[in-house]
T-cell receptor
Framework: AQSVAQPEDQVNVAEGNPLTVKCTYSVSGNPYLFWYVQYPNRGLQFLLKYITGDNLVKGSYGFEAEFNKSQTSFHLKKPSALVSDSALYFCAVRDQGGSARQLTFGSGTQLTVLP | DAGVIQSPRHEVTEMGQEVTLRCKPISGHNSLFWYRQTMMRGLELLIYFNNNVPIDDSGMPEDRFSAKMPNASFSTLKIQPSEPRDSAVYFC?????????????FGSGTRLTVV
């Protein structure tokens, strides 16, 4: 079975500071990993994904995420947060070797960037 | 492309009434997913289709829920009869292939309130 955990329901950071939103996963094989962002009253928007290759993945709006196989983590990062980054962030996983053909989403982390 | 289009954006109905939610996926995408989002349960996959065929409906909560995809450009999610606990935001998403390394594109959602 595939699963993903976002241990923090809420993350607060001051504008201009670096931000990290945590994600850990569990799969039997190798993972496909994704980050999505949801702004109020909107659908989820794709930010970035890890399929294979470099462990550091760069995505939209200056976000990046680092795949760490030994720690089974895929934390989302940004060097300098903006107030406009405030939103709900979802991590998602699919086991490349598993039978499930769809993504499993985490419970979401509400990021608030304080001016 | 206009993206994934859902209608209506908001629906308020009385308990016991039938509700139909509609989705138009992105042209060329052959996988379609219906999700439900609530504060208590987060993002839940209800059902997904590949090439208009339902592949996995194990997330459909009960027989009151049904989904159809009569052609590649249209899907419906129907609740009959509706209950207050069905109140949630319902998202439709589409993907080029079921294999999730392609990622999903989400619609803006339908906010359903059953009173």
């Amino acid at each position: 079975a595939q699963s993903v955990a976002q241990p923090e329901d809420q993350v607060n950071v001051a504008e201009g500071n670096p931000l990290t939103v945590k994600c850990t996963y569990s799969v039997s094989g190798n993972p496909y990993l994704f980050w999505y962002v949801q702004y109020p009253n909107r659908g989820l928007q794709f930010l970035l994904k890890y399929i294979t290759g470099d462990n550091l993945v760069k995505g939209s709006y200056g976000f990046e995420a680092e795949f760490n196989k030994s720690q089974t983590s895929f934390h989302l990062k940004k060097p300098s947060a903006l107030v406009s980054d405030s939103a709900l962030y979802f991590c998602a996983v699919r086991d490349q070797g598993g039978s499930a053909r769809q993504l499993t989403f985490g419970s979401g982390t509400q990021l608030t960037v304080l001016p | 492309d206009a993206g994934v289009i859902q209608s209506p954006r908001h629906e308020v109905t009385e308990m016991g009434q039938e509700v139909t939610l509609r989705c138009k996926p992105i042209s060329g995408h052959n996988s379609l997913f219906w999700y439900r989002q609530t504060m208590m349960r987060g993002l839940e996959l209800l059902i997904y289709f590949n090439n208009n065929v339902p592949i996995d409906d194990s997330g459909m909560p009960e027989d009151r829920f049904s989904a159809k995809m009569p052609n590649a450009s249209f899907s419906t999610l129907k609740i009959q009869p509706s209950e207050p606990r069905d109140s949630a935001v319902y998202f439709c998403a589409s993907s080029y292939r079921t294999e999730a390394n392609y990622g999903y594109t989400f619609g803006s959602g339908t906010r359903l309130t059953v009173v």
